[in-house]
């Protein structure tokens, strides 16, 4: 079993920056995978962001690329999501995501196996 548990949310003004913090807790060395979703008011969860925990090989949405950047400390069982530019459409709860196997594609919430609660991001205009 993995843990996570996301902080660092918050209000932010457009054009804004906030960092969430992902800390990860249990069988962490079968770790292959690390994401980040989002979930905005009546809508499905999409992905944002992965990263390999070894690798380090990253991939972006397009909505996001240029403005977020996701990295990894490997000694702290932490993953961070720094997110600059925000806009109001960035609203959402984000969410933390860890996946043990290797798998086709990272960007489905089929392909993780354990997740956190979420941290609300509010970006007012």
């Known amino acids: 079993q993995v843990q996570l548990v996301e902080s660092g949310g918050g209000l932010v003004q457009a054009g804004g920056s906030l960092r969430l913090s992902c800390a990860a807790s249990?069988?962490?060395?079968?770790?292959?995978?690390m994401g980040w979703f989002r979930q905005a008011p009546g809508k499905e969860r999409e992905f944002v962001t992965f990263?390999?925990?070894?690798?380090?090989?990253?991939d972006y949405a397009d909505s996001v690329r240029g403005r977020f950047t996701i990295s990894r400390d490997t000694a702290k069982n932490t993953v961070y999501l720094q997110m600059n530019s925000l806009k109001p459409e960035d609203t959402a709860v984000y969410y933390c995501?860890?996946?043990?196997?290797?798998?086709?594609?990272?960007?489905?919430?089929?392909?993780?196996?354990?997740w956190g609660k979420g941290t609300q991001v509010t970006v007012s205009s």
């Open positions: 995501a860890a996946s043990s196997y290797f798998r086709g594609s990272y960007h489905f919430t089929s392909a993780y196996d354990y």
């Open positions: 249990g069988r962490i060395f079968g770790t292959y995978v």
């Open positions: 990263i390999q925990w070894s690798g380090g090989n990253v």
